[in-house]
């Protein structure tokens, strides 16, 4: 069983920064992991995607954060980061921490953490 633990989060004006981490505790199994960062914003139903990255470092980003937040991973320490710069009102969310495991079709979640820009 994996278990991800976040920290961070919090509230701060715009054009701040601030950085997520996410901890998977436990042994993953079935080999290769993509972890990443979604978030689901007041009154929306769905989340959605932040940014990923795999094990080798590959990065996928959402348009609207491109140049001001940036995802990094520690695989010794199985930690992913999220820093997030310049943060815009509408970055506001529940930011939630995901582990994939490529090969086995399991998928993991964070309990998610709050973030909140004031303008």
């Known amino acids: 069983q994996v278990t991800l633990v976040e920290s961070g989060g919090g509230t701060l004006p715009a054009g701040g920064s601030m950085r997520l981490s996410c901890r998977a505790d436990g042994y993953i199994y079935g080999g290769l992991y993509n972890m990443g960062w979604f978030r689901q914003a007041p009154g929306r139903s769905q989340r959605e995607l932040v940014a990923t990255i795999s094990e080798s470092g590959d990065t996928n980003c959402a348009d609207s954060v491109q140049g001001r937040f940036t995802i990094s991973i520690d695989n010794g320490q199985k930690t992913v980061y999220l820093q997030m710069n310049n943060l815009k009102p509408e970055d506001t969310a529940v930011y939630y921490c995901?582990?994939?495991?490529?090969?086995?079709?399991?998928?993991?979640w964070g309990q998610g953490t709050q973030v909140t820009v004031s303008s």
């Open positions: 995901s582990l994939v495991v490529i090969h086995a079709g399991a998928s993991y």
